[in-house]
């Protein structure tokens, strides 16, 4: 039984979170978590208490195997169909689409060469609306995605580097609440692009991530390949 | 900072089922996770169990987190811990603690500088520094190799039945201690 007083309950979630509840005890709290939103705010609060004491656990290397039991064991494993419509085909003709947002690639491309390249620092005069800065593991800055009050999603590499043979990077939009991320296309060579999605719109909040992907982007149209780079939109300036 | 940024962000990435941002936060935290699960379990193949179930459990509440209420990191380990826990009670917690040595390196004074590592963890060192020596020893072996009140016991030499008050005390002077 979960206790009510407050005092009991407290030291009841210190005593789950610190791990010392027997089997039936530490069930009865795991199973009374979802309906008890106190409770889950106290075991919170005693996870963020405790948390520091995990660095006394020594890091060690997992199996070399153990990722790919993981994806089989989790749930859609082995089926290896998407089981949602791939962006690029939800409207029905994907060639078509494919073409125009070649195309758009290939308009942004021109519109940077005509002069935008100094587009975040030297031309402030009409600032972009929402802005992230796409950085490596080391913290270096890698790459600014930028969405103008029009729609559209302008990225941009700061500091190109080479992609590893037979892949290709390919820019990817989660929109806040969105249930998959919508494909934004494959990452020129040059690092420059510039993207009007139809399906989305860019907001703040909204994750911007680039996956490493087989030469022609992800088959199923989600991301397959490791997450290299991953940031939120924000207004510009608010950081 | 940025590393827990980004932890966040693959975080709600996951949470739209996201299988490749999953797989990167696999490859950026199972080391340290793996770690813990195995300080809990001392057995490679059943913290690996652990680490199973406990990516299961992330791939299915990553919505649940709430960067307001604690840092990604932290949410992923507990998970981690209590996926370990969890298989640990299921084997009865049978595993070897007749180890005489066990937990010595947890328990150790200079350990507690590895909590330090940022201004929280140097509060909770404050404070696990001014327990008494048994009420700190006990939470420790708690909460990074998961003994039960039973082994502590044995491990610290203490009756029983007073292992469970002490740790309650602990716990108490702690929250006080933090809030």
């Keep these: 039984m979960i206790p009510t007083d407050p005092q009991e309950r407290d030291m009841l979630a210190g005593e789950y979170v610190l791990g010392t509840l027997d089997a039936r005890a530490a069930a009865e709290v795991a199973a009374a978590l979802p309906q008890d939103a106190a409770l889950r705010a106290a075991v919170a609060l005693w996870e963020a208490r405790l948390a520091p004491l995990a660095r006394l656990a020594l890091p060690e290397a997992p199996p070399p195997d153990l990722w790919s039991r993981i994806e089989a064991a989790l749930p859609g494993a082995g089926q290896g169909l998407p089981r949602r419509a791939a962006p690029f085909e939800r409207r029905g003709s994907g060639s078509a689409r494919r073409v125009s947002l070649w195309r758009g690639w290939a308009l942004g491309a021109s519109a940077l060469a005509?002069?935008?390249?100094?587009?975040?620092?030297?031309?402030?005069?009409?600032?972009?609306?929402?802005?992230?800065?796409?950085?490596?593991?080391?913290?270096?800055?890698?790459?600014?995605?930028?969405?103008?009050?029009?729609?559209?999603?302008?990225?941009?590499?700061?500091?190109?580097?080479?992609?590893?043979?037979?892949?290709?990077?390919?820019?990817?939009?989660?929109?806040?609440?969105?249930?998959?991320?919508?494909?934004?296309?494959?990452?020129?060579?040059?690092?420059?692009?510039?993207?009007?999605?139809?399906?989305?719109?860019?907001?703040?909040?909204?994750?911007?991530?680039?996956?490493?992907?087989?030469?022609?982007?992800?088959?199923i149209g989600r991301p397959t390949g490791p997450v290299l780079f991953i940031g939120r939109l924000s207004a510009a300036g608010s950081s | 900072m940025r590393a827990e940024a980004s932890l966040a962000d693959l975080l709600a990435a996951v949470a739209a089922d996201d299988r490749s941002a999953l797989r990167?936060?696999?490859?950026?935290?199972?080391?340290?996770?793996?770690?813990?699960?195995?300080?809990?379990?001392?057995?490679?193949?059943?913290?690996?169990?652990?680490?199973?179930?406990?990516?299961?459990?992330?791939?299915?509440?990553?919505?649940?987190?709430?960067?307001?209420?604690?840092?990604?990191?932290?949410?992923?380990?507990?998970?981690?811990?209590?996926?370990?826990?969890?298989?640990?009670?299921?084997?009865?917690?049978?595993?070897?603690?007749?180890?005489?040595?066990l937990g010595d390196t947890a328990v150790a004074a200079e350990a507690l500088d590895r909590v330090a590592a940022d201004a929280e963890g140097r509060r909770l060192r404050d404070c696990l520094g001014a327990l008494d020596e048994k009420n700190r020893k006990g939470i420790l072996l708690a909460f990074v190799h998961g003994l039960s009140h039973a082994q502590v016991a044995t491990r610290l030499d203490l009756p029983l039945g007073t292992v469970k008050a002490w740790i309650r005390r602990g716990l108490l002077q702690l929250r006080e201690c933090l809030a």
Aim: net charge neutral.
């Design chain 2, 24 to 101: 990167t936060l696999y490859q950026q935290q199972a080391t340290r996770l793996f770690g813990v699960a195995n300080a809990i379990l001392r057995d490679r193949e059943a913290a690996a169990d652990a680490m199973q179930d406990a990516f299961l459990r992330i791939s299915q509440r990553a919505g649940q987190f709430d960067a307001e209420r604690g840092e990604a990191s932290a949410w992923l380990g507990g998970i981690v811990r209590h996926a370990a826990l969890d298989l640990a009670r299921k084997r009865g917690r049978e595993m070897p603690t007749d180890d005489p040595t």
């Design chain 1, 114 to 219: 005509a002069g935008l390249a100094g587009f975040i620092v030297l031309r402030p005069a009409e600032p972009p609306r929402l802005m992230t800065v796409l950085l490596t593991q080391r913290d270096q800055p890698a790459w600014v995605v930028e969405a103008d009050r029009s729609g559209a999603l302008r990225l941009a590499s700061i500091n190109p580097q080479p992609v590893e043979a037979n892949r290709v990077m390919q820019l990817w939009a989660l929109p806040q609440g969105a249930t998959a991320p919508t494909s934004l296309g494959l990452v020129p060579e040059g690092g420059r692009m510039t993207v009007t999605p139809s399906a989305i719109r860019a907001a703040p909040g909204m994750l911007i991530e680039i996956t490493l992907e087989p030469p022609g982007g992800s088959p």
